[in-house]
C-alpha cells in the first residue's frame, strides 16, 4: 500500500531532551516536507526536500533540523526541544515535478514538550 | 471566507445542499492551488488541485475556481454527504514552499 508513514505518533518529553521523529514513504516520491499544524494558525511548512541530500527551510525552521540520506526518508530532529514546540506534526511527500502535485501526508504525530 | 492568514471557522449546510468554501490568498505569484479535506484524528488528504493558467477544473462532485484578478479561490462540493464532514484546507505554492489557509470546518447536517 502506497503511504507515509511516521513514528512515534504520540510522544510527551521534556524541555532539552533531543528527540526524532520519523518520516518513510514507499511511492518513490522526490519531494518531501514538514508540517506543523497548530489550532488557529493551519499548517506551517518548517522544512522541505526536493531530492536526496536537497534540503530547505520552510517558513517556521527555527529549532528543528532534517537530514535527507536516502530517498524514503525524511526525519525531523529536534536538538533541544523547547514547549513552543508543542504541536501536531505531519510529514508529506509528492513525486517528481517539483512541489506541483499532490501531496500525500502522513497520519500525524502530536509532540508535547513539558 | 477562508485566507491564507485569516479564517471563516465554520460552515454548516443542508445535506443534498451545495457547499462552497472560499479561500483568499495574498500572493500573486502563486501558481498552483490545491485543496485539501482533513478529518479528524487524520492527517490532510488532497482533493483537487490547479494551475494558475486555468480558472475552473472540475472533480467528482468538487469544482475549485480560480479568480487570479482578485486573488480567490473556491471549493464547491456538490450534493453535499454526511462523509465531506471535515476540515478544509486551501494551499498556495510559488515554487517549492506551500502556505496553507487556517482552514474552514464544513458540518453536514442530515
Known amino acids: 500500500e502506497a503511504q507515509v508513514t511516521q513514528n512515534p505518533r504520540y510522544l510527551i518529553t521534556v524541555t532539552g531532551k533531543k528527540l526524532t521523529v520519523t518520516c518513510s514513504q514507499n511511492?518513490?516520491?522526490?519531494?518531501m516536507s514538514w508540517y506543523r499544524q497548530d489550532p488557529g494558525l493551519g499548517l506551517r511548512q518548517i522544512y522541505y526536500?526536493?531530492?536526496?541530500?536537497?534540503?530547505d527551510k520552510g517558513d517556521v525552521p527555527e529549532g528543528y533540523k532534517v537530514s535527507r540520506k536516502e530517498k524514503r526518508n525524511f526525519p525531523l530532529i529536534l536538538e533541544s526541544p523547547s514547549p513552543n514546540q508543542t504541536s501536531l506534526y505531519f510529514c508529506?511527500?509528492?513525486?517528481?515535478?517539483?512541489?506541483?502535485?499532490?501531496?500525500?501526508f502522513g497520519p500525524g504525530t502530536r509532540l508535547t514538550v513539558l | 471566507g477562508e485566507s491564507v492568514g485569516l479564517h471563516l471557522p465554520t460552515l454548516s449546510v443542508q445535506e443534498g445542499d451545495n457547499s462552497i468554501i472560499n479561500c483568499a490568498y495574498s500572493?500573486?505569484?502563486?501558481?498552483?492551488f490545491i485543496w485539501y479535506k482533513q478529518e479528524s484524528g487524520k492527517g490532510p488528504q488532497f482533493i483537487i488541485d490547479?494551475?494558475?493558467?486555468?480558472d475552473k477544473r472540475q472533480g467528482q462532485r468538487v469544482t475549485v475556481l480560480l479568480n487570479k484578478t482578485v486573488k480567490h479561490l473556491s471549493l464547491q462540493i456538490a450534493a453535499t454527504q454526511p462523509g465531506d464532514s471535515a476540515v478544509y484546507f486551501c494551499?498556495?505554492?510559488?515554487?517549492?514552499?506551500?502556505?496553507f489557509g487556517t482552514g474552514t470546518s464544513l458540518t453536514v447536517i442530515p
Open positions: 490547479i494551475r494558475s493558467n486555468m
Open positions: 500572493n500573486s505569484a502563486s501558481d498552483y
Open positions: 526536500s526536493m531530492n536526496v541530500e536537497v534540503t
Open positions: 508529506a511527500s509528492s513525486p517528481l515535478d517539483g512541489a506541483r502535485d499532490e501531496q500525500f
Open positions: 511511492m518513490n516520491h522526490e519531494y
Open positions: 494551499a498556495e505554492n510559488n515554487g517549492n514552499q506551500f502556505y
